[in-house]
């Protein structure tokens, strides 16, 4: 069972365009068995089958990886860590906080974190309109979170002048897109093509305009 889904993950990040060491591919892997094993009791992810978490979760996650400008992000609502830990697996350099208001899913995570040796990775329990950071944030990324104004008006405090959201969405969200809020521009959308993954999939950059 690993070694085929190790085969597809390997696939999926060479037809993303990505690199990834053995190291790294290992920590995605045991990412995905933590996962798998924590999802029956902590209802993490709506995928029960681990093969079926490659696609839809880890190269859905990677697949905004060239769409990473800057050293600092924050993944809001961040749940099973989806996209945050897989970038943050691949991207040891850069800095990734993630943030969720529920304590289960935050306990997941620092587990994460612990057992993975992900130095890179800091974990907030909050609810994201209250968390206050420190360091400067470059991009603020989210997946099935909210719709794109309610994660303006949540996260905006977080970005400086000219900083980007990234929004992952299924459909084009149109509607979503004509509700932008004063302030903020769409600066690209890019539908994306995830690996073993026929459900559309789009990415949203958001633009905070000076």
Request: hydrophobic share 40%; charged share 20%.
């Amino acid at each position: 069972m690993i070694s085929s889904i190790e085969e597809e993950l390997r696939q999926g990040i060479v037809k993303l365009g990505l690199f990834a060491t053995d190291q790294q591919i290992n920590l995605l892997l045991n990412y995905l068995v933590l996962l798998n094993k924590w999802n029956a009791s902590f209802n993490l992810s709506g995928v029960a089958e681990i093969n079926s978490m490659v696609s839809r979760h880890l190269l859905d996650s990677l697949s905004i990886n060239a769409h990473l400008k800057g050293s600092v992000f924050i993944d809001i609502g961040s749940g099973a860590g989806l996209p945050g830990i897989p970038l943050a697996i691949l991207n040891p350099k850069n800095h990734f906080i993630l943030v969720d208001s529920n304590g289960k899913k935050t306990r997941f995570l620092f587990q994460v974190k612990t057992e993975l040796g992900l130095a890179n990775i800091d974990v907030e329990n909050c609810r994201i309109e209250h968390y206050q950071s420190n360091q400067q944030i470059d991009m603020v990324m989210c997946r099935a979170f909210s719709a794109i104004g309610d994660v303006v008006s949540k996260s905006q405090h977080l970005l400086k002048k000219e900083g980007k959201i990234l929004a992952m969405k299924g459909r084009y969200p149109e509607d979503e897109i004509a509700a932008l809020p004063d302030g903020f521009e769409i600066s690209k959308t890019i539908k994306l093509e995830i690996p073993g993954n026929e459900s559309e999939r789009h990415l949203v950059e958001v633009l905070k305009k000076c």
